[in-house]
């Protein structure tokens, strides 16, 4: 089974911290997402990598980076965290074939800024 | 730009009973594949089915079935006898032909099933 693991079920954070959410995944999947979930909103891609080294931004990527210097591992960085970046943060990994397109989840990081 | 749209914030249904959630979406490609996820209370996100646009055949999984229209741009899931442990948020999503396999997902529709 394909495991991907998230470092923190629950986080809280003061305005202004540097924040860094984890994200593991133990199956050489090329492809790597961190969403945010907002009730009402969905899941909002905030960034994408599709190799080691490699990202690009989703549809809200302001406020937010991310680091992929390990092909199982990326991370989320909040530079100065934000209240309104107080949400749940949901990380996914995929095998870059269009058969095995299906992504995998994390369980996710529940966020509060202070 | 595609969009996916689930108009039903909410629904219920009796244990044992079938249940349709809609979903509708908006796309040029020709290309493409939906997804429904389900995200139990408090527990992960998991694929409930998929299916691939360039077929014909509705997929189905055990008791999950999907109703793809493609002109309609319509792809419903229906949950046929109803169990406790369906109960979860669901996730209608778009993914386009690409080799990044990018999601977009709708606003996600709550079913609670009722003993």
């Known amino acids: 089974d394909v495991k991907v693991t998230q470092s923190s079920r629950y986080l809280v954070k003061r305005t202004g911290e540097k924040v860094f959410l984890e994200c593991v995944q133990d199956?050489?999947?090329?492809?790597m997402f961190w969403y945010r979930q907002d009730p009402g909103l969905g899941l909002r891609l905030i960034y994408f990598s599709y190799d080691v080294k490699m990202k690009e931004k989703g549809d809200i990527p302001e406020g937010y980076s991310v680091s992929r210097e390990k092909k199982e591992r990326f991370s989320l960085i909040l530079e100065s965290a934000s209240t309104n970046q107080t949400s749940m943060y949901l990380c996914?990994?995929?095998?870059?074939?269009?058969?095995?397109?299906?992504?995998?989840f994390g369980a996710g990081t529940r966020l509060s800024v202070l | 730009a595609q969009t996916v749209t689930q108009s039903q914030p909410e629904m219920s249904v009796q244990e044992a009973e079938t249940v349709t959630l809609s979903c509708t979406y908006d796309?040029?490609?020709?290309?493409?594949?939906l997804f429904w996820y389900k995200q139990p209370p408090s527990r992960q996100m998991i694929l409930v089915i998929r299916q691939e646009a360039y077929k014909q055949q509705n997929a189905t999984e055990n008791r999950f079935s999907v109703n793809f229209q493609k002109a309609a741009k319509s792809f419903s899931l229906k949950i046929s006898d109803s169990q406790l442990g369906d109960t979860a948020m669901y996730f209608c999503a778009f993914m386009k032909h690409s080799i990044t396999d990018k999601l977009i997902f709708g606003t996600g529709t709550r079913l609670q099933v009722f003993p």
């Open positions: 199956m050489d999947h090329e492809n």
């Open positions: 796309t040029s490609e020709n290309n493409y594949y």
């Open positions: 996914a990994s995929s095998l870059s074939q269009e058969t095995k397109n299906i992504q995998y």
